[in-house]
Each structure stands twice: as C-alpha cells, then as structure tokens.
C-alpha cells in the first residue's frame, strides 16, 4: 500500500507545471504575433508609398506638367490605397527642367505599443519634352 502511495504523489508532483508554463509562454506568443503583424503592416505601408511616389513621378513628368499636379496625384492615390494604414503621409515632388522626383514619406499605423516605424517611396526620372529633330 505504500508503494502505491508513493506511486501516486510521484504522478501529481508535478500538478500546476503547465499553467505556469502557459502563463509563460502565451504572453511570448502574442507578443510574437503582434511583431508579425507590425512588420507585415510596415511592409504593406511601404509598397503604398512606393504606388504613390511612382504615380506622382507619372502626372508631374508628363508635357507642360507641374509639381502641383505630381502632389494632387499622390494624394488621390493615398486616399484611396492607404488612408488607415499609412498615417501622415507627406508628399514632396520637385520638378526641374531636366528631371521630376518624387518622394512620399508616411508613419506606419501602430499595432505594437511604442514601435514608431516610418516608410519612404522615392521616385525620379526624366521630364517629357519636345525636341525638334
């Protein structure tokens, strides 16, 4: 009787090991999780301002364009892609006579406390002129 005794506490010393553990390590994973998505959201952010840098770079370059017309087409185009996702954007196109640039600098909206990450889409190329041949 006092084997079996012995028996049965050695099977329930134990008792408790996995709620310590789970307390443990479903905080490890969440935190985990919230790191995927973040990163994920970030990546998504990026291929936004990047659309809208390209197509600022598209409007301003065409023939007797502007600037002006480069920064209403990116914001169109946060508007509608990436109102929630990309927060603050800021759009800056600058034009010359040889060439256009775009660039469209935006924070990434926060799942993660405290993690601030910022994307930027850069964007240039020649202006479209006329030449006589």
Not at 29 to 39: A, D
């Amino acid at each position: 009787m006092g084997r079996r005794r012995n028996q049965w506490r050695r099977c329930f010393a134990d008792r408790g090991a996995a709620t310590t553990e789970l307390v443990l390590v479903v905080p490890l994973l969440m935190v985990l999780l919230l790191f995927i998505v973040q990163f994920a959201l970030a990546e998504h952010a990026q291929h936004i301002a990047q659309t809208a840098a390209s197509r600022a770079l598209a409007a301003a370059r065409a023939q007797d364009a502007t600037a002006a017309d480069g920064d209403a087409r990116a914001a169109t185009t946060l508007r509608l892609l990436g109102e929630r996702v990309l927060t603050h954007p800021r759009v800056r196109v600058t034009r010359g006579a040889q060439s256009v640039a775009a660039r469209v600098e935006g924070d990434v909206l926060m799942v993660v406390p405290g993690l601030h990450l910022r994307v930027t889409g850069h964007a240039a190329g020649p202006s479209e002129r006329w030449t006589a041949g």
